[in-house]
């Protein structure tokens, strides 16, 4: 292998948001309710919206873990509790967020392993879907000969 991986660990910031038009400019989802990861009740960020507070003020990432909004812990809350903590907030908001683990990379990007293909898993679906058509077509359209010789 070329390059190495390397896995940053979650870190916690605090982030303090100004609601604006279109509220803190992100959609969430999680809750105890709505598992968004497996075993893990937390609320995350699903996504930025464009040209909102938390776009804006560019600290929020999708994927992101909300812990806390004004000191208010969001563990083992429903979907639709955390949403009205969000909804209440006011217009000053505080949010306690652990980021997403980063994965950086060392060497030329786009570089893959000896063992990786170039074929991306859509083109390798393409492949086996075409073929199995392929034997679908042939196998429908000599079925009369081939039973002759049984």
């Known amino acids: 292998m070329n390059g190495s991986t390397t896995y940053t660990v979650p870190t916690a910031l605090d982030i303090k948001l100004k609601r604006g038009p ?5 959609n969430i989802v999680g809750g105890l309710d709505q598992q968004y990861v497996l075993n893990d009740t937390g609320i995350y960020v699903a996504k930025i919206k ?18 806390a909004i004004n000191g208010h812990k969001l563990e083992n ?13 006011g217009e000053d908001v ?22 990786e293909s170039p ?13 199995a058509a392929a034997v679908t077509f042939l196998y429908i359209r000599f079925q009369p000969q081939l039973r002759r010789h049984f």
Do not use: C, M, W, Y
Request: proline fraction near 3%; hydrophobic fraction near 40%; charge should be neutral.
């Open 22 to 26: 279109q509220g803190l400019g992100f």
């Open 77 to 89: 809350l429903s979907h639709n509790a955390a949403v009205e903590l969000f909804r209440s907030a």
């Open 50 to 67: 464009e040209n909102g507070a938390a776009a804006l003020d560019g600290r929020l990432q999708e994927g992101d873990k909300i812990l």
């Open 119 to 131: 074929l991306s898993t859509l083109g390798i679906l393409v492949a086996v879907l075409g073929a």
């Open 94 to 115: 505080q949010l306690r967020v652990q980021q997403r683990p980063s994965v950086s990379v060392n060497g030329p990007s786009g570089s893959r392993s000896d063992g």
